[in-house]
């Protein structure tokens, strides 16, 4: 049992992480597309059971990585700053 709850808590952090690098919580089709991720959502799946119930226990489990992931979300894009990272 010990082990299952490390591997959740590991899961939990890597799907974070992802989420705190793309800047936003990602909905399971979100995560797929992004290519590169750190656990397969089958993986994911087979552990929480359904994507909601991994997001809610990201959520309850690990506050602090939420607001992070939260603030990333809210931050306001300079939009001449924008404007010049495309054109370069």
């Not at 992480?17 to 597309?33: P, V």
């Not at 909601?52 to 602090?64: A, G």
């Amino acid at each position: 049992m010990t082990t299952t709850l490390r591997k959740r808590n590991a899961i939990l952090q890597s799907v974070g992480m992802k989420m705190l690098e793309e800047g936003r919580i990602l909905n399971k089709r979100e995560y797929e597309a992004c290519g590169s991720v750190p656990v397969r959502s089958r993986i994911i799946l087979s552990h929480f059971g359904s994507w909601s119930r991994l997001i809610n226990l990201m959520r309850s489990s690990m506050p602090d990585l939420w607001r992070q992931i939260e603030l990333e979300k809210n931050k306001v894009i300079d939009p001449l700053k924008a404007l010049g990272a495309t054109t370069k």
